[in-house]
């Protein structure tokens, strides 16, 4: 899945001239909490949060006499353009879901401007919109059940599996697999289409496949 399909359009943006009043106010209104910086043809050159804001106001606040009248009027008069981080950690249209979870991750961002070629804004896209996505492709939006079983780390393993459960006449609406804990095996964490597991369930067991009980985690 690509970051085009899942990011929010037409996000909100304002220009480097824009006061942090009316930044905050912007972030109030529309529930969000950073805004990108754009000139005037739309290309990015930089990004302020409602963090920025605060470690901007926390210093001048604790002057002594600083009065609320004072802190207002310092929002009004102080530009983004010097407080905004200028370095922007951004997505492009063609990188996937998984590339913006590792930016995301690994810079500890809450959510990346998407720019085109030219380093014009054309979405934004946030740890919200992921955990959506995520719950689209395991389809946990729909009347369902999950099977979590060790299957074996060969060629034919998985389709066996997916026999059995088809035998049921069955639909797999989802299939996630990662590493399994011993050597030489794989956990698939299959979404069906029904609530009745309980015939499957030990069908996949009598074939030989290891049903994951949560219980042992405790004990490992």
Do not use: C
Not at 92 to 99: A, G, H, K, S
Not at 112 to 138: C, H, K, W, Y
């Amino acid at each position: 899945m690509f970051v085009a399909r899942r990011m929010q359009k037409n996000p909100v943006t304002m220009s480097p001239a824009t006061s942090l009043y009316e930044a905050q106010e912007m972030m109030r209104a529309r529930r969000i909490l950073q805004i990108p910086v754009t000139s005037e043809d739309g290309r990015l050159v930089g990004i302020l949060s409602d963090r920025d804001i605060r470690g901007t106001v926390l210093p001048v606040g604790m002057i002594p006499g600083f009065t609320a009248e004072e802190a207002e009027k310092f929002l009004k008069n102080t530009p983004v353009e010097r407080v905004m981080t200028r370095k922007v950690i951004t997505a492009t249209l063609t990188d996937t879901l998984e590339d913006a979870i590792g930016l995301l991750l690994n810079y500890k961002i809450n959510s990346l401007p998407v720019v085109d070629d030219e380093n014009r804004v054309v979405g934004i896209i946030s740890r919200t919109n992921v955990l959506e996505a995520f719950i689209e492709v395991t389809g946990m939006g729909v009347v369902s059940s999950r099977l979590d079983v060790v299957v074996p780390d060969k060629p034919g393993a998985l389709a066996q599996l997916v026999g059995i459960i088809s035998s049921f006449q069955v639909n797999i609406t989802s299939v996630l697999t990662t590493g399994h804990l011993e050597s030489g095996a794989m956990t698939n964490f299959l979404r069906i289409a029904t609530l009745n597991v309980g015939p499957i369930r030990k069908a996949i067991e009598e074939a030989g496949f290891e049903l994951l009980d949560p219980s042992k985690f405790l004990s490992r």
